[in-house]
């Protein structure tokens, strides 16, 4: 929540225009996900998302699940 909130851009997008930007794209959660674990930049402007290694497959899955409910 430090990068990201529901309805307004912090450091990184805010969740409902990732919400937006993925409907009804059967991919997203395999994306998202991949995009979380290992991290990367240029999607959403310049600044990196870190990689984050430690959410299990999971929270990743729910977490993703409910970003994209948005």
Same mark, same amino acid.
């Given at each position: ?6 309805? @307004? ?36 402007? @310049? ?6 290694? @430690? ?16």
């Amino acid at each position: 929540l430090a990068c990201h909130a529901v309805d @307004q851009k912090l450091v990184g997008p805010a969740y409902k225009d990732v919400a937006a930007k993925y409907k009804g794209d059967a991919s997203a959660p395999d994306k998202l996900a991949a995009k979380v674990k290992a991290g990367g930049a240029g999607k959403w402007g @310049q600044i990196p998302m870190p990689p984050n290694p @430690q959410v299990s497959d999971a929270d990743l899955k729910e977490i993703i699940a409910w970003v994209l409910s948005l």
